[in-house]
Each structure stands twice: as C-alpha cells, then as structure tokens.
C-alpha cells in the first residue's frame, strides 16, 4: 500500500511551521522566566513541546484495512505560576493547553503523549475539550494546583501535587500515583494528582508521609463513574497510604502501605551502593478488592492478588557515561499470553503482560550540547524486546531538540477468521515509531 505523505501532511501546515518557527526564534534567545520570581512572592515561567512522529504499524497489529503508516503531531504549552510570599508559605499552578492531531485514532501517541484527560486519583474533573474533530482535538487542563504551608512538626500541601515514591528507571512498584510509563521519553514533568500530603521529619534521613488521595472508578472504556459529575470521590478510585524512610549504614529503606486505586498494597525498597556500584530494590504486594469482572467472554476480574518486584544496578562513570539495568517480575503478567491479560494491560492493571521482564539504559555525553540515549526492554516469557535510541540536541539555554526512535521486535499479531487481531508477543504487537520533539522554555 503506497502513502502520500505530501497529501497527509498538508492538514498540518500550521504546526509544521510553528515547529520551524519556535526553533529559530529560540535558538539565540537568553534563558529567563516570563515574570518574577518562584522564590519571592509571584513567577510564572513557561515550556513549549512541540513533538511530531511516524508510527509504523506491524501486519494485524491494527487490525484488517489499516493503513501501514500513521502520523502524530502534539503541541502542549505549560505555564506554570509559583511563588513564596512568606518563608512558610509556597503555592504551585500549572495550566496546560494541547493540541494533538492523531491519523491513527485518539490514543495513538503512547509513551511520547504529554496530555492529560481522564485519569485515576483525581476527583475535579476541570478539563476541557473546547475543540475538537474526528483527527484532532485541543485539552485544555490544571495539571497542578497546590498550597504547602510548613509547621515546626510537618508540612502540608493540599492540592493537585505530583507524588513520586521510588528511584528505580524502569519500574517503580511503590510509585503508584500516576508513574512514567517504562518507556516515556519525556520525564520533565509528572502528573499531579488531588491529595493532602503531610510530611512529618524525624531527622535529616528519616521521615513519615502521609497522603490521602481522592479519585473515581474509571470504567473500561476509559471514561469517569458519574462523567456527569465535575467533582466526585468514591472508596475504589481514592487512596490512602503511609511511608516511612530512613537511612541505615549508608543505605536508604523505605516501606509502605494502604489503600490504593483498585485495592490495597504493602511493600517495601532499599537503595545503596557496593564498592562505586548503585544497588537498588523495589517489591510491593496488591491485594485486590471489589475488582470488577472483566468483559465477557473472559474470565476473572480485573485486578487480581499480585507481586511486583524490581532489582536494579547503576553505575555513572568519570566520563558521563551512565549504565542502569533492571529486572521486573510482573506477578500480574503471564508466560504465555491471553486476551485476559491483554484486557488488563489495556486498562491500566497490569505494567506488562509478560511476568519477567528485564531492562537496560546506557547515556553518553558526547559533547556538552549533545546527549545519546539507548534503552532496551526484553521479555523474557515471550522473547520480544523495545529499543529505543534518541539524541538530546541543546539549541539554546533553554531549547532541546530530541530526536529517537522505537523500534519493536518479537512476533506480530495474528488476525483471526473473525477480523479479531490476536496478540502473540507484547512488543511484537506495536508499532515502530521515529519521532522529534522540541522543547523550549521560557
């Protein structure tokens, strides 16, 4: 099947060129916020990314009459006010606006989408499609909407936060609110989630954390129980959960447990080093509860008991290189794959289909303005692995151009009598994708 990317593109004019123009406007332009200072009472700085990409997709893996090559673009612009007006006081605002055009279907970015939309542990559901059409749509959203105040004994912060618990690249099993994907490109900013966070010092290694989290059920379609509701919490999508850390003989323990989105976990993670080498550790057990079925014909529910753990290894060199490898048991995943662990994949329950997996990242600093990136993920229940290069090119003090690819091997789906595309290895069934973004900051 033969593709006109001159025809397919040109619906796209628009941000082609404001890529193009953004890249030469920032090149020569000086680093500095928009106004004020975070650190004094008002500042508001701002990011603008820019990303376009080619996707590839394999034989069934789409389905029957699927096109071979599909394409996405996203602009996301982040301006994000902070400020201190006393030592005491801070607050945090972040409002998003994208715009996203998708020739494959909504959904289609995958680990290089940087919009928001529904998702769990959010009970204010302020976002807003204010256009859109059947291969485009604009969202308009707060990612972040805080106020922490500090006492002699602890420090809250209530509001829409980001919470990240766990240090690992990978995998992260005690990072349960809203974690980067494995494979996400772009780390700079995690999603916020609606919660009250009390942080209680114990010493300058050793604390308590407290978050109580309001969220919804989201249903198998991906859309809010009781969509009609701006503003609903309920027992299922909430969390409530406590950790504590501290740092033995030079090594940083953590453990944790509670109410999390679809159940309850305990868990646990070490992180240390032997002789210039970062040894580190996460397990974390879920115990499901109230899960709902899943859709017939499959059998089960959709979240089951489950043990996730993760070991790793690191190793930075006097000559920037970084090496960091990984090994992940999936409890939830499965050696041979089925539709029931496809279905629980696809909604958020599972990280993997596979149930032992293992990864490898290595950057080079090739020059200061020049960074190289490899990741590698592989599975070992069905033998297919994600490569995944990139480039991280520094046009400016405050613009990077990205470039990377994925590129996806194991084997394809099989399309049945039925026109039903039958996965039979988890990396063999995406897409290769080359994509380029932009990042500027301003």
């Not at 801070?90 to 715009?99: D, K, N, P, R």
């Amino acid at each position: 099947m033969s593709v006109s990317f001159r025809g397919r593109f040109r619906g796209n004019w628009l941000l082609c060129g404001f890529l193009v123009m953004a890249c030469v406007f920032t090149c020569s332009r000086p680093s500095r916020a928009i106004t004020g200072n975070s650190d004094e009472g008002f500042g508001l700085d701002g990011s603008l990314r820019i990303i376009g990409a080619l996707f590839r997709n394999r034989d069934g893996s789409s389905g029957p009459g699927a096109e071979k090559y599909d394409e996405y673009m996203q602009a996301v612009l982040r301006l994000a006010a902070a400020g201190r007006p006393r030592e005491d006081l801070f607050y945090e605002i972040h409002l998003v606006q994208s715009l996203t055009y998708f020739s494959g279907g909504k959904g289609q970015g995958g680990n290089i989408d940087l919009t928001g939309g529904n998702t769990r542990y959010r009970a204010l559901d302020e976002a807003s499609k204010w256009w859109t059409r059947k291969d485009a749509e604009t969202l308009l959203w707060l990612d972040r909407f805080n106020l922490k105040m500090a006492f002699p004994v602890m420090d809250v912060t209530i509001g829409r936060q980001a919470v990240t618990f766990g240090k690992a690249h990978f995998w992260n099993p005690l990072d349960v609110y809203l974690p980067f994907a494995p494979a996400q490109f772009d780390r700079d900013y995690k999603a916020g989630v609606d919660a009250l966070r009390l942080d209680f010092p114990l010493g300058d290694f050793s604390g308590i954390t407290l978050v109580g989290v309001l969220g919804r059920e989201i249903d198998s379609s991906g859309h809010y129980a009781h969509e009609e509701r701006r503003f609903h919490a309920d027992w299922y999508g909430s969390s409530l959960l406590a950790r504590f850390f501290t740092n033995l003989g030079g090594w940083d323990l953590a453990f944790q447990g509670g109410k999390i989105y679809g159940g309850y976990q305990v868990g646990g993670a070490f992180t240390g080093e032997i002789k210039g080498v970062e040894v580190r550790g996460e397990a974390a057990y879920f115990r499901g509860s109230e899960s709902p079925a899943l859709n017939y014909p499959l059998k089960g529910d959709l979240f089951e008991d489950r043990l996730t753990a993760v070991i790793g290894l690191g190793k930075r060199f006097p000559n920037s290189l970084v090496l960091d490898a990984e090994y992940l048991f999936n409890g939830g995943g499965e050696s041979n794959l089925s539709r029931s662990a496809v279905a629980r994949f696809r909604q958020g329950a599972i990280p993997h289909l596979g149930r032992h997996l293992a990864g490898f990242m290595a950057s080079y600093e090739f020059t200061p303005l020049l960074v190289g990136q490899f990741s590698l993920i592989y599975s070992f229940s069905d033998h297919s692995c994600q490569f995944q290069p990139n480039l991280t090119l520094s046009l400016s003090d405050d613009s990077d151009l990205i470039m990377g690819a994925s590129v996806n091997v194991g084997k394809v789906p099989e399309v049945s009598d039925l026109g039903v595309s039958e996965p039979r290895s988890e990396f063999g069934s995406y897409p290769h994708m080359v994509f380029m973004e932009l990042k500027v900051y301003f």
